[in-house]
Structures are given as C-alpha cells and as structure tokens.
C-alpha cells in the first residue's frame, strides 16, 4: 500500500533552516509529482510547492520563494523540503502528499 | 491567486441527513488542456487530509459513493448523502488549475 512517512517533529531556533524528509513506498516514485502543504494550528491548509521527482522539476507559490526548497532522492525514493530563515510564522504542520495519499504530517516549531 | 470561497463555512447536520458544500472560484478552474482540476479534501480531527474527489466527481481508491463531486468553471459542490459520523470533520476544495494552487477556506461538518 501507498505510505508517505515523514520525519519526526522539529524544534528549531529562530533564523535557523530544517530539512524535513517523505520517504514514500507502495508505488514508482518517479511516476507522480510530490506536493508540499502548511497547516499553521487552527488554520487551513496552503500550497507550498511541488517536485517532479523523474526529472528534479519544481514549482513554487510565489510566498514560499526563498523560503522553501524542494528535492527529491531517487534512490532512497525520499522527497526533502528545507526551510530556512525560520520565524515563528513558519511554526507550523508540513504535510507531504502524492498520488492522493499524505504523510502524517511534521509539526515544527520555531522558539529561542 | 484565485480565490477559492467554501459555503457554508459550518454545516451543522444530522446523522443520516443529506449535506451539502459550495467552492466557488474568483476564475474558471477549465485548464487549457480541458481538464477542470477541483479537488475534494477531509481532514479529520487530529488527521492528515484525505482526498475524496479529483478532477470534480471522479471518487478517489475506497471513497464510499455517497460522496458526490459536481460542477464546472468556476461553481462546484461536494454532496454527502446519508451523513455518517466518520463524516464528521473540515472539507477542503482545491484547484490545481491555475498557479499558485489553491485551497478553499474550509467548511466543518459537524453534528447539530
């Protein structure tokens, strides 16, 4: 079956970047494009961007310019987001999600 | 960015009732390549969103047929007959038509 497993929750400091993971199984990895969705708590959901994983393609909402960065590894079939210049307004849930399926989703937060 | 507007934004219903939601778009969803690409989501609470319907009515692996996605342009509703408690949470449309893709503000289905 279709499994997007994401990294565990993340404490990060202000002014600081975390790369969180999405090692996906239960299907070609190259075959579909791996999107990324925020959740700030309470809130509702936001693109952020996307990865074609075959031919390392991506695009991004204009907000997350700078802010995001999208790759992916083919051979451990794992999608990547970096996020850098963290503020309490990336503080947040991050989702990774393909084919229709989701990850359970990462909480980070960002506090000094 | 288009903007997605979801009516009503609770829908306080009965078990076993009918419920219904609007996603209207500030621009027709119809893509260039003819494909109209609306999305149906619902997050559960303390879940990761689960898609429902794509590309308008078409029911995503294992949704039950009392889902029912319809519409086209820019005027969309998802219809739930015979609502059942695992029915209850937030429904998100999405469009995927034009950049950025964009979600609807949510509409809570919840028990009156």
Same mark, same amino acid.
């Given at each position: 079956?279709?499994?997007?497993?994401?990294?565990?929750?993340?404490?990060?400091?202000?002014?600081?970047?975390?790369?969180?993971?999405?090692?996906?199984?239960?299907?070609?990895?190259?075959?579909?494009?791996?999107?990324?969705?925020?959740?700030?708590?309470?809130?509702?959901?936001?693109?952020?961007?996307?990865?074609?994983?075959?031919?390392?393609?991506?695009?991004?909402?204009?907000?997350?310019?700078?802010?995001?960065?999208?790759?992916?590894?083919?051979?451990?079939?794992?999608?990547?987001?970096?996020?850098?210049?963290?503020?309490?307004?990336?503080?947040?849930?991050?989702?990774?999600?393909?084919?229709?399926?989701?990850?359970?989703?990462?909480?980070?937060?960002?506090?000094? | 960015?288009?903007?997605?507007?979801?009516?009503?934004?609770?829908?306080?219903?009965?078990?076993?009732?009918?419920?219904?939601?609007?996603?209207?778009?500030?621009?027709?969803?119809?893509?260039?390549?003819?494909?109209?690409?609306?999305?149906?989501?619902?997050?559960?609470? $303390?879940?990761?969103?689960? +898609?429902? /319907?794509?590309? !308008?009515?078409?029911?995503?692996? %294992? #949704?039950?047929?009392? =889902?029912?996605?319809?519409?086209? $342009?820019?005027?969309?509703? +998802?219809? /739930?007959?015979? !609502?059942?408690?695992?029915?209850? %949470? #937030?429904?998100?449309? =999405?469009?995927?038509?034009?950049?950025?893709?964009?979600?609807?503000?949510?509409?809570?289905?919840?028990?009156?």
């Amino acid at each position: 079956q279709v499994q997007l497993q994401q990294s565990g929750a993340e404490l990060v400091k202000p002014g600081s970047s975390v790369k969180l993971s999405c090692k996906a199984s239960g299907y070609t990895f190259t075959d579909y494009a791996m999107k990324w969705v925020k959740q700030r708590t309470g809130q509702g959901l936001e693109w952020i961007g996307v990865i074609d994983p075959e031919i390392d393609a991506t695009a991004y909402n204009e907000k997350f310019k700078g802010k995001a960065t999208l790759t992916a590894d083919t051979s451990s079939n794992t999608a990547y987001m970096e996020l850098s210049r963290l503020t309490s307004e990336d503080s947040a849930v991050y989702y990774c999600t393909s084919m229709g399926y989701w990850g359970q989703g990462v909480m980070v937060t960002v506090s000094s | 960015d288009v903007v997605l507007t979801q009516t009503p934004v609770a829908q306080p219903v009965t078990l076993g009732d009918q419920a219904s939601i609007s996603c209207r778009s500030s621009q027709s969803l119809v893509h260039s390549n003819g494909n109209t690409y609306l999305e149906w989501y619902l997050q559960k609470p $303390g879940q990761s969103p689960q +898609l429902l /319907i794509y590309k !308008v009515s078409n029911r995503f692996s %294992g #949704v039950p047929d009392r =889902f029912i996605g319809s519409g086209s $342009g820019s005027d969309f509703t +998802l219809k /739930i007959s015979r !609502v059942e408690p695992e029915d209850l %949470g #937030v429904y998100y449309c =999405f469009q995927a038509t034009h950049d950025p893709w964009t979600f609807g503000g949510g509409t809570k289905l919840e028990l009156k």
